[in-house]
T-cell receptor, first 110, second 112 residues
Framework: KNEVEQSPQNLTAQEGEFITINCSYSVGISALHWLQQHPGGGIVSLFM???GKKKHGRLIATINIQEKHSSLHITASHPRDSAVYICAVDSGGGADGLTFGKGTHLIIQP | AAGVIQSPRHLIKEKRETATLKCYPI?????VYWYQQGPGQDPQFLISFYEKMQSDKGSIPDRFSAQQFSDYHSELNMSSLELGDSALYFC???????????FGSGTRLTVV
């Protein structure tokens, strides 16, 4: 079973700061997902990565397959970015979908 | 665009009661996954279905059962509810995993 570790678990920053959230996993994967979960539970898929880097607006996600590591960056952070960010990996072989990290609780203060 | 629809959004049940949660995948998605997320916990895989057949089973209690119907929607049936079953239950659907997953907003079950 793939072990997914995220850091930090909690992060409080000031509006405008550059945010980095890290994710490491133990076993090779077919894809890695970054998800955003707001209070109340709804999950939004931000990125799906199998290599390299993706950018969407102020969000950037990178993955290093050799090092089994991914990072999610938020530039010019804003209070509306406050949410739980979850890294989830798809190991590709099984029918159990994704293995989730415990999430990073991000609070952006005005 | 249509998303994954779950109903109900919130549900309050008493101990030992039963509950049925529904998940409607987006069109042309043939695979549904159910997850349970306890308070402050990461989601745990319960069960998945592909083309109306159960394809994998995770940490789903024997008190729970699920199925996928001909229109690909899925129902999670939970009996003899316990306080520890209080959690967010969400489903995800996919057509081809290479294109990722779409998540429902979840059903928040509270057992009192």
């Amino acid at each position: 079973k793939n072990e997914v570790e995220q850091s930090p678990q909690n992060l409080t920053a000031q509006e405008g700061e550059f945010i980095t959230i890290n994710c490491s996993y133990s076993v090779g994967i077919s894809a890695l997902h970054w998800l955003q979960q707001h209070p109340g539970g709804g999950i939004v898929s931000l990125f799906m990565l199998s290599s390299g880097k993706k950018k969407h607006g102020r969000l950037i996600a990178t993955i290093n397959i050799q090092e089994k590591h991914s990072s999610l960056h938020i530039t010019a952070s804003h209070p509306r970015d406050s949410a739980v960010y979850i890294c989830a990996v798809d190991s590709g072989g099984g029918a159990d979908g994704l293995t989730f990290g415990k999430g990073t609780h991000l609070i952006i203060q005005p | 665009a249509a998303g994954v629809i779950q109903s109900p959004r919130h549900l309050i049940k008493e101990k030992r009661e039963t509950a049925t949660l529904k998940c409607y995948p987006i069109p042309r998605h043939d695979t549904v996954y159910w997850y349970q997320q306890g308070p402050g916990q990461d989601p745990q895989f319960l069960i998945s279905f592909y083309e109306k057949m159960q394809s994998d089973k995770g940490s789903i209690p024997d008190r729970f059962s699920a199925q996928q119907f001909s229109d690909y929607h899925s129902e999670l049936n939970m009996s003899s509810l316990e306080l520890g079953d209080s959690a967010l239950y969400f489903c995800a659907s996919s057509g081809d995993r290479h294109y990722g997953y779409t998540f429902g907003s979840g059903t928040r079950l509270t057992v009192v």
